[in-house]
């Protein structure tokens, strides 16, 4: 929420500007409109000998929880160098970034996952300051049921079943809460708009 | 700048946080880390009978100019659907999105264009109130001289040089400002760090 205004620190009031047609935090001293915009979460799903690099979580949320390397895009950098960078912070790995993989939108909370496959350099690897413990797992070793996302769960999904069929696809899609139960529960999301373009 | 906390209303401060590694704005009253982050543009390339949807700008900047569709990605939305509304606010269509084309981050100013290819649905377009004019114009008539922004005359140019391939591509790319000369000079912008990936 913005009550008050980054600029001035006047009180700011919700309501639609003159010629738009959304509600915005106007300021009541300035004037200046805030608009809120959604977030972006860079991440790789990083292919090494074996496997894919996966993390298991140090820090809140989803603590003890598996994840690919993923988090929020900084100002001044590019998708493909935060993703790396993210990389680097929570797997102590260095990859090159490939082709896109999924562009993921969870409207809910307002953010954007754009994720890429991405391929290990060398072979050294291991936990960040974020990170319990980072290892490769075999595609049939991933702990479906100890991911910490529906995000992180959903394009693993993708990406496992592109790898079975042999192809390699760049998806869209909204990950949709269904409404029932906890927003904790992987299973209570699912895949919407969902739309696939296969690389040659 | 975040001057002021937009929760509390007490100065902020820059510095880094502990156990960050980044200058945010800090509140001196209430200590809430307030984070910036890159905002999302979207944008549909539209494919009509005869060529592509275009726009001359009916507003700042670059009034009078041209442009496809394409605005700020909004909470609560996905890409697609951000996509599509701004091409019915801009151009008055109705379009189905397709497969993304171009993935391009504009690091100086905190963004990242999601451009996507869309074919038009039916046959009606128009002027929305941001547009003075909106024109389907043929590949060969794109008025490269008065386009809009760099991102525009980027992703326009990938988009024409894989057409005349025979190609369909999803692009990566950062817009790099080369420095010299004015920031609304289009020819001192290049693409740098580009990736293309081909679609089947």
């Known amino acids: 929420?913005?009550?008050?205004?980054?600029?001035?620190?006047?009180?700011?009031?919700?309501?639609?500007?003159?010629?738009?047609?959304?509600?915005?935090?106007?300021?009541?001293?300035?004037?200046?409109?805030?608009?809120?915009?959604?977030?972006?979460?860079?991440?790789?799903?990083?292919?090494?000998?074996?496997?894919?690099?996966?993390?298991?979580?140090a820090i809140e949320p989803a603590l003890g929880l598996w994840t690919f390397p993923a988090g929020f895009l900084e100002n001044g950098e590019s998708l493909a160098a935060g993703a790396a960078r993210e990389t680097l912070e929570e797997a102590r790995a260095d990859v090159e970034v490939l082709a896109p993989h999924a562009?993921?939108?969870?409207?809910?909370?307002?953010?954007?996952?754009?994720?890429f496959r991405a391929r290990l350099r060398g072979t050294d690897f291991g936990a960040g300051p974020e990170s319990q413990v980072v290892e490769v797992l075999a595609t049939d070793r991933i702990p479906w049921e100890e991911l910490a996302f529906p995000s992180v769960s959903l394009a693993l999904r993708l990406y496992v079943d592109?790898?079975?069929a042999?192809?390699?696809?760049?998806?869209?899609?909204?990950?949709?809460?269904?409404?029932?139960?906890?927003r904790y529960d992987l299973a209570r999301y699912e895949l919407r708009d969902h739309r696939a373009d296969s690389l040659a």
């Open 1 to 57: 929420m913005i009550r008050f205004c980054p600029s001035c620190g006047a009180p700011c009031e919700e309501r639609v500007p003159t010629g738009d047609n959304r509600t915005r935090a106007v300021c009541t001293g300035c004037a200046l409109v805030h608009y809120r915009n959604p977030n972006i979460v860079v991440g790789c799903i990083v292919e090494a000998p074996g496997g894919l690099l996966l993390c298991r979580r």
């Open 103 to 115: 562009l993921l939108d969870i409207p809910h909370i307002a953010q954007t996952y754009v994720v």
């Open 162 to 164: 592109d790898l079975a």
């Open 166 to 182: 042999g192809r390699q696809q760049v998806h869209q899609g909204v990950v949709h809460w269904t409404g029932a139960g906890s």
